[in-house]
């Protein structure tokens, strides 16, 4: 069943089952005062990002394919301890991305006019599987085993104009690797960590998320762990904060961010009121980007580093550390 039905309403909340389509040009998409918006204002309002991150022994990688209907961006990175390499293209409109819009299907960028720039996503009921390549210098591929591990999947309503479709994963193993400059760096299985966040909707206009991710083994024989929580979006009867261990998700209550705005390289804190979430966050690096061109705009940071803290499960009692787990977290304004 397609996310949204015959008379243009979505299926809201977590869900047990991933939809076979967002169908989001059947969405009955209205203004705040009720107004139906036209074929081509829809087009223009629909968002969509897809997002796969790895966590390896000394390296970060990412990299994203984002629509914004005006424009699309295509991101990777490779953070190691010799320094960070970035490459990013801004297109207009839709000019070299594809998607089905599946969360079991695939998305693909090709630049029109760099040879061999190309990301093709593929999402089946086993794995997220990425492939890239920017030029001989940068390319890879990285898989993430979903066999063993749940997804996350919600649907919440942006007040009264929109829906956010979230799909992550990050419970299971993730092999690949990646190489730049003649140096590959490969991903173990039994040690990194990894991400995927599958998200597409009619967004605020103007979004503001903190969002963080922890992934990976403390110590060799413990549990594979994978942190995900955020604020700010995604909030609106259903959540997405989970913890998953060995593949199995398990709830988080709502969290804080405490982070100097102004030094985002300075410690951050994560937590709950209620004290089940207690986390210290170090960043290592960041990436970011700082833009406002008036009918668009950003103030992205992205840092990478490390955690410190546990993690209390409320329906079990059991009391999980993440010392030394690499991950993410991130202050994010767009206007889009």
Same mark, same amino acid.
């Given at each position: 069943?397609?996310?949204? +039905?015959?008379?243009?309403?979505?299926?809201?909340?977590?869900?047990?089952?991933? &939809?076979?389509?967002?169908?989001?040009?059947?969405?009955?998409?209205?203004?705040?005062?009720?107004?139906? =918006?036209?074929?081509?204002? =829809?087009?223009?309002?629909?968002?969509?990002?897809?997002?796969?991150?790895?966590?390896?022994? /000394?390296?970060?990688? #990412?990299?994203?394919?984002?629509?914004?209907?005006?424009?699309?961006?295509?991101? *990777?990175?490779?953070?190691?301890?010799?320094?960070?390499? =970035?490459?990013?293209?801004?297109? &207009?409109?839709?000019?070299?991305?594809?998607?089905?819009?599946? &969360?079991? #299907?695939?998305?693909?960028?090709?630049? $029109?006019?760099?040879?061999?720039?190309?990301?093709?996503?593929?999402?089946?009921?086993?794995?997220?599987?990425?492939?890239?390549?920017?030029?001989?210098?940068?390319?890879?591929?990285?898989?993430?085993?979903?066999?063993?591990? !749940?997804?996350?999947?919600?649907?919440? &309503?942006?007040?009264?104009?929109?829906?956010?479709?979230?799909?992550?994963?990050?419970?299971?193993?993730?092999? /690949?690797?990646?190489?730049?400059?003649?140096?590959?760096?490969?991903?173990? $299985?039994?040690?990194?960590?990894?991400?995927?966040?599958?998200?597409? /909707?009619?967004?605020?206009?103007?979004?503001?998320?903190?969002? *963080?991710?922890?992934?990976?083994? *403390?110590?060799?024989?413990? $549990?594979?762990?994978?942190?995900?929580?955020?604020?700010?979006?995604? !909030?609106?009867?259903?959540? !997405?904060?989970?913890?998953?261990?060995?593949?199995?998700?398990? +709830?988080?209550?709502?969290?804080?961010?405490?982070?100097?705005r102004d030094n985002i390289h300075a410690p951050w804190r994560v937590y709950s009121q209620c004290g089940a979430v207690d986390l210290q966050f170090t960043p290592k690096g960041s990436i970011d980007d700082h833009r406002n061109l008036l009918v668009l705009a950003s103030r992205f940071n992205q840092c990478f580093g490390e955690f410190n803290g546990t993690v209390t499960l409320k329906e079990t009692g059991a009391t999980?550390?993440?010392? /030394?787990?690499?991950?993410?977290?991130?202050?994010?304004?767009?206007?889009?």
């Amino acid at each position: 069943m397609d996310l949204i +039905n015959a008379k243009g309403v979505p299926t809201w909340g977590r869900l047990s089952n991933l &939809p076979g389509c967002i169908n989001w040009q059947h969405y009955d998409a209205r203004n705040a005062m009720g107004a139906k =918006r036209m074929a081509w204002q =829809r087009r223009f309002l629909f968002k969509h990002f897809d997002f796969h991150g790895a966590l390896g022994d /000394g390296f970060t990688f #990412g990299c994203g394919m984002v629509r914004l209907g005006m424009l699309n961006s295509t991101f *990777a990175y490779l953070h190691t301890a010799t320094g960070l390499h =970035r490459i990013q293209f801004d297109l &207009p409109l839709d000019f070299g991305f594809q998607s089905d819009y599946k &969360p079991i #299907g695939q998305s693909s960028w090709t630049h $029109p006019f760099k040879k061999n720039h190309q990301v093709l996503a593929v999402r089946t009921e086993t794995s997220r599987e990425l492939n890239f390549r920017f030029g001989d210098t940068f390319h890879g591929h990285l898989s993430i085993d979903c066999k063993e591990s !749940e997804t996350l999947a919600l649907n919440t &309503p942006i007040a009264n104009t929109g829906f956010a479709y979230a799909q992550k994963n990050s419970g299971g193993a993730i092999t /690949g690797h990646v190489h730049l400059n003649g140096v590959d760096y490969t991903l173990d $299985p039994e040690k990194a960590g990894c991400y995927h966040d599958w998200t597409a /909707g009619f967004l605020r206009r103007e979004t503001f998320w903190n969002w *963080a991710c922890a992934s990976g083994r *403390a110590a060799p024989g413990q $549990p594979l762990l994978s942190l995900n929580v955020a604020r700010g979006v995604n !909030e609106t009867s259903a959540h !997405e904060n989970v913890l998953w261990v060995n593949g199995q998700l398990n +709830n988080l209550p709502l969290v804080l961010f405490e982070y100097d705005r102004d030094n985002i390289h300075a410690p951050w804190r994560v937590y709950s009121q209620c004290g089940a979430v207690d986390l210290q966050f170090t960043p290592k690096g960041s990436i970011d980007d700082h833009r406002n061109l008036l009918v668009l705009a950003s103030r992205f940071n992205q840092c990478f580093g490390e955690f410190n803290g546990t993690v209390t499960l409320k329906e079990t009692g059991a009391t999980y550390s993440l010392n /030394g787990l690499s991950g993410w977290c991130e202050d994010h304004y767009a206007k889009w």
